[in-house]
């Protein structure tokens, strides 16, 4: 596995992939992924794993990566950012890396990894490169609905509603004004 400063997703590689039998999932549009010095990685961006747990130590952690051709010395490429998310004790001073934060040790244990959680993270909704992964829809109220999802998300039932997702959201103080205008159609 590389820690790559110049990596913009964290990659898998095509043999790494196979050798694993790893199920992959295939974009609806190919992906434009590239290398540090901006050229187009061929044969990228059509496939990417599910979520795939990584384990080092007692420290685990989960990502979807794409997958590509990579060199035949490296199975993984991530991201440098994901060091800076869970930053590591002794990765700078000596060749032993540890996982052992307050944070880690409570956040990074296969039991939270293997959670379901929603969280809204603004810098993401505000990134113009950040891509939709998924979503989460309303389920029609045929008898009792704990019947029909799963008791890992019995706490959202409140938001998986009809009325729920045809409800519009409370007025705020940022919310923006758009003109319609008359015999024209929305783009």
């Not at 590591?88 to 934060?101: H, I, K, L, Y």
């Not at 293997?114 to 810098?123: G, T």
């Not at 706490?155 to 959201?169: R, V, W």
Request: net charge negative.
């Amino acid at each position: 596995m590389l820690l790559d400063m110049g990596c913009s997703v964290p990659l898998n590689s095509e043999r790494t992939a196979k050798r694993m039998k790893l199920q992959l999932c295939k974009h609806e549009e190919q992906q434009l992924i590239e290398n540090f010095t901006g050229e187009t990685v061929k044969g990228a961006g059509e496939f990417y794993t599910n979520p795939l747990m990584l384990q080092h130590r007692r420290h685990f952690t989960q990502e979807v990566m794409e997958v590509a051709p990579v060199d035949k010395e490296i199975d993984i490429f991530l991201r440098f950012w994901w060091i800076a998310k869970q930053p590591p004790q002794g990765a700078w001073m000596t060749d032993e890396v540890r996982f052992n934060s307050a944070s880690c040790l409570e956040q990074c244990t296969k039991y939270e990894n293997n959670k379901f959680s929603l969280m809204w993270d603004p810098l993401v909704a505000t990134d113009p490169s950040a891509q939709f992964i998924g979503y989460v829809s309303a389920v029609e109220n045929r008898g009792d609905p704990l019947e029909q999802v799963p008791r890992e998300f019995h706490q959202y039932l409140s938001i998986m509603s009809k009325e729920a997702a045809d409800a519009l959201p409370e007025h705020r103080s940022h919310d923006c004004k758009i003109d319609l205008k008359e015999g024209s159609t929305a783009p």
